[in-house]
């Protein structure tokens, strides 16, 4: 909006002071020229413009490639020697049988023994003791005489007892004596040389062996390639103009009505751009947004152009 108020002043200046094209010192128009009535024209910073062109450059050099002929091969067969004539020692191991032989494992000796005493066991049945008698109390009223007899006593006869006892008599007295411990022999078997071990000479042929050979039919050779040159098309972005200030039809109060700037306020929102609230007013967030916006899509900046009203899909009446 600041923009804006300074283009109208500028403008209303230069109306005053002259008609037609002005210049300023330092040759730059002060006006816009061919003005219509009715629209409103601001100095603006227009971004450099580039163009796109190809151009064929030389990518690599022609040269020679040196490519080298193998060389021919064939098979065919030779017969080489594998092992030379030898001669071989050869040893005739000994024989051996087996014989049996008895040998004395263990000779004759004597050792003393310790003879036990023998001992004889023999029963005797002798008297415990001899027969005698006891009183005993009598049983019953049967064997009293009355009730006014006293207490009835029997003179029992008890027999003698006898037991039986084992004595153990000494029959031999233990003693000691010589004992004659008789040899051992064993039959064993052993392996004895049934003839004894000799050499002899064996005489071992050459060896020969058919392989198959490569031969060389032809050598390698060489030969000169010629490559030609490689070109490749490179895309240059070239400047055509650079940045600069120049007159454009916008926007101002002149022919701006709140009813425009809310549909400038609404393309920016959907372009996703913050204009702030969608009231009509050209506020400082709805200026920060337009030239956000010109700036994103490199179009002028300064004020609200055609152009940037056309990118925004915003008619200009």
Known sequence: MKNLKLVVAALALVMTTSAGHAQNETGMELLPPNPKPGECYARVFAPAVYETTTETVLKKDASTRIEVIPAKWEMGEETILVKEASERIEVIPA????VEERVMVKPESKELRVVPAVYETASE???????????????????????????????????????????????????????????????????????????????????????????????????AVEIPAEYQTLTKR??????????????????????????????LSKAGYDPGPIDGQLGSKSAVAIEAYQRKNGLATGGITMKTLQSLGVAAR
């Open 125 to 223: 049945r002798v008297l415990d003791q001899p027969a005698h008698t006891v009183w005993k109390k009598g049983r019953g009223l049967i064997e009293k005489v009355g009730n006014t007899t006293g207490e009835i006593m029997c003179l029992v006869e008890v027999p003698a007892s006898y037991k039986t006892v084992t004595k153990r008599t000494l029959q031999t007295p233990a003693r000691t004596e010589a004992v004659t411990i008789p040899a051992e022999y064993k039959t064993v078997k052993k392996q004895v040389i049934g003839t004894p071990p000799s050499t002899r000479k064996i005489v071992i042929p050459a060896e020969y062996k058919t392989i198959p050979v490569r031969k060389m039919a032809s050598p390698a050779q060489e030969r």
């Open 95 to 98: 024989t051996y049988k087996w």
């Open 238 to 267: 070239v400047k055509v103009s650079g940045e600069r200030l120049e007159w454009r039809t916008v926007l101002c109060e002149t022919n701006m009505s709140p009813t425009k700037i809310m549909e400038i306020q609404r393309a």
